[in-house]
């Protein structure tokens, strides 16, 4: 392994088997648990449009986080570089995915809208430049093929 590869692991487990395996649509539970080692296990399951469970994350909710930390933490990288000290970060970000008529579907877009607090007052401009930088550092939003918008402003 080089020291530019960066490789992830976990299990998946399905845990929605209701007794009768998935012989209907409706037979089967959509719950699993995603586990780390050494993290606690996350309770996932579909979204409830899609039978889920509401009470457990869903994988296009883990989509738009995975989105939302990755930005987060190249604009903190970022903001070291330029020198800006932030003192606090809020995203309140959306994603929109279509559903299609054979059954699939796809994510059209995310909008990340963050609110940054920075000790000392920075020009809008330079705050939009500093976005920009993150989202073409964020290794998440490099993968995706749907554009990541960005509605920032400052706190």
């Known amino acids: 392994m080089s020291l530019d590869e960066h490789h992830y692991a976990l299990t998946v487990t399905w845990t929605g088997n209701l007794g009768e395996g998935t012989s209907g649509y409706r037979a089967y539970g959509r719950d699993h648990d995603i586990e780390i080692p050494g993290l606690p296990v996350l309770k996932g399951s579909a979204d409830p449009t899609f039978r889920g469970d509401p009470g457990r994350y869903n994988p296009e909710q883990l989509l738009l986080a995975a989105l939302s930390q990755c ?85």
Not at 105 to 117: D, I, N
């Open 71 to 155: 930005h987060m933490l190249s604009f903190l990288h970022v903001a070291v570089k330029h020198g800006v000290v932030v003192t606090g970060y809020r995203d309140r970000a959306e994603g929109l995915m279509r559903t299609n008529r054979d059954g699939s579907g796809q994510f059209e877009s995310v909008t990340l809208r963050p609110v940054v607090a920075t000790k000392e007052p920075v020009a809008p401009e330079t705050l939009a430049e500093m976005h920009h930088e993150a989202n073409s550092l964020c290794f998440i939003a490099r993968s995706v093929n749907f554009p990541v918008r960005h509605e920032a402003s400052a706190g």
